[in-house]
């Protein structure tokens, strides 16, 4: 029972109390107006925020005898976007509603509408959530018998004063990310303002419009495009009580479920602290539990957020201390090569562009090469020999996304030291994407960042099989300076070698094979690879 006075009352934050339950809290808010006035929309607000079985109030007159009763309840997804049904102010005593029948009746039409209620399918994941450690892929096997627990389904939102279409461009983008983590999309939110709301990024009518969302699509994470303050996230954790994620984290999550090699685990895991340090406030508990584990969570997160800072400090220089022994045994590498004088080209783009396709294609290799974003984060290196004893390393590289995490740039950067001792960059992009010319702005903007912007560039345009004939001349006739290919069907692979071969001084190249003893080819013999 809580008590209030003439201006209303303060609730709690409130436990939920329907264990497991996939969307509504098991609880209905019964108060008194001290006059004769119906449900207002500050109730409504409670109903939707705190997502309340029903809200119902009890009018009195001048001496505290009751009056009449009125109740609201939310609803599903409907043609009007009607958020909740009120009933109309009955007198109080001629009430019959059977309110735990009209909630059962409401579960089973939202699960009808939005997706099963996933009460069975979340209690075989309790023990893993016990044991502190939460996997997106583990959260969608858990929830295989009756859909995706909500943990794993998202709702997306996009607040930005850029204009309406780049949103969009930004909302599918981000979508292609959640798939890649191993989440649904249940639905998305775009917002254009002029100014972003510094505490919780929406305002109040946009936020209960999020709500309703995340209710009727039992969606148990918000993702943001862009990366919020810590304080943005703190208020939005407490505003919604979901998980809620920004781009930044995303991404994180993606790349600790990709990394694989012991360097790149340690870039990861470094990556991850430094986002996560300045978002530690020195308490425990709250909202920022509801940050920990799972997506965005992964790897160091995922039982350490009540780690103090001197310790992940602590952690975070091990980390760098690691990185750097890697950076001297790939910079020992580097000098071994470039005492052979062989020259080395280094395969750079976008994510999901068709690198290792195209690395697979060069050098007949079995890298892993998925329709997916950031199939590839360890770098892979090849030796490859063209006719008239000319050889060249090739090198696959992480790829690059617009706004790329800082954290990431700078964990990475072990890494993306390939970058600096090449003497071609093959620009790989896909030139069926709908989004190319932001795609190759957004890569040459990181190269900039890395400050490889004077180093050579060869465009190389894939998938043009993908393309009609018309859009292709089109592109050709628009970027003549790029070599137009198909790493999948082979097309315009002898141009792109020739392209290769005449961007390269193979002077020098020449006395290194020969000094390894390298027996020569017949003119028109095909490239052969050599794994280094």
């Excluded at 062989?342 to 994510?351: E, F, I, K, N, Q």
Aim: aromatic share 4%.
């Amino acid at each position: 029972m809580l008590v209030g006075d003439q201006t209303g009352i303060f609730i709690p934050e409130l436990p939920r109390s329907r264990e497991f339950a996939g969307r509504l809290r098991g609880l209905r808010l019964l108060h008194t107006h001290l006059t004769d006035s119906p449900l207002s929309q500050e109730d409504f607000m409670d109903l939707l925020f705190l997502r309340l079985d029903s809200v119902s109030v009890l009018t009195v007159d001048q001496w505290g005898e009751p009056l009449r009763f009125q109740s609201a309840h939310l609803l599903p997804a409907n043609p009007q976007n009607e958020t909740h049904r009120a009933g109309p102010l009955l007198r109080w005593d001629g009430v019959e509603t059977d309110f735990t029948a009209e909630v059962v009746a409401l579960e089973e039409e939202l699960a009808r509408l939005h997706g099963p209620d996933l009460a069975t399918a979340q209690a075989p994941a309790a023990e893993k959530r016990g044991r502190g450690k939460s996997s997106i892929r583990e959260s969608a096997v858990a929830g295989s018998g009756g859909g995706l627990r909500p943990e794993t389904r998202a709702i997306l939102v996009s607040v930005s004063t850029a204009p309406r279409h780049m949103q969009e461009s930004a909302i599918n983008e981000l979508a292609e990310l959640a798939e890649t983590a191993g989440v649904h999309v249940a639905g998305s939110l775009i917002q254009r303002v002029q100014s972003i709301n510094p505490r919780s990024i929406l305002g109040k009518g946009k936020l209960a419009e999020l709500e309703v969302q995340a209710l009727q699509g039992n969606a148990g994470l918000v993702i943001f495009d862009g990366e919020l303050s810590p304080a943005q996230l703190r208020n939005l954790t407490e505003i919604t009580e979901r998980r809620v994620l920004d781009r930044t984290q995303l991404i994180l999550d993606i790349f600790a479920q990709r990394a694989s090699s012991r360097a790149g685990k340690c870039q990861v895991e470094l990556a991850q602290l430094q986002y996560m340090l300045p978002r530690l406030v020195g308490k425990s508990g709250g909202a920022l539990d509801r940050l920990a584990g799972g997506i965005g969570g992964r790897g160091p997160g995922e039982t350490k957020l009540e780690t103090d800072r001197r310790r992940l400090r602590d952690r975070v220089a091990r980390i760098r201390d690691e990185l750097k022994e890697l950076r001297r045994q790939r910079a020992f590498a580097r000098s071994r090569r470039a005492k052979g004088n062989v020259p080395v080209a280094s395969l750079v783009g976008y994510t999901n562009a068709g690198k290792s396709t195209l690395l697979n294609a060069l050098t007949g290799s079995g890298v892993l090469a998925e329709n997916r974003l950031f199939a590839t984060l360890d770098p892979t290196t090849r030796r490859l020999r063209f006719p008239q004893e000319r050889e060249l390393i090739i090198t696959d590289t992480v790829g690059f996304i617009r706004s790329l995490p800082k954290e990431l740039v700078e964990a990475f950067r072990a890494t993306l030291e390939e970058l600096e001792e090449a003497d071609l960059l093959l620009h790989v992009a896909d030139a069926s994407h709908p989004e190319l010319d932001l795609q190759l702005g957004a890569v040459e903007g990181i190269l900039a960042q890395l400050e490889l912007q004077e180093r050579p560039v060869l465009l190389v345009l894939n998938k043009m099989d993908s393309l009609s004939e018309e859009a292709a001349q089109s592109l050709r006739a628009a970027r003549p300076e790029a070599v137009c290919i198909s790493a999948r069907t082979g097309e315009g692979l002898k141009e792109l070698s020739a392209a290769i071969v005449s961007r390269i001084d193979w002077q020098s190249a020449a006395e290194g094979a020969a000094v390894a003893g390298y027996a020569p080819e017949a003119e028109n013999a095909p490239a052969t690879v050599a794994r280094i």
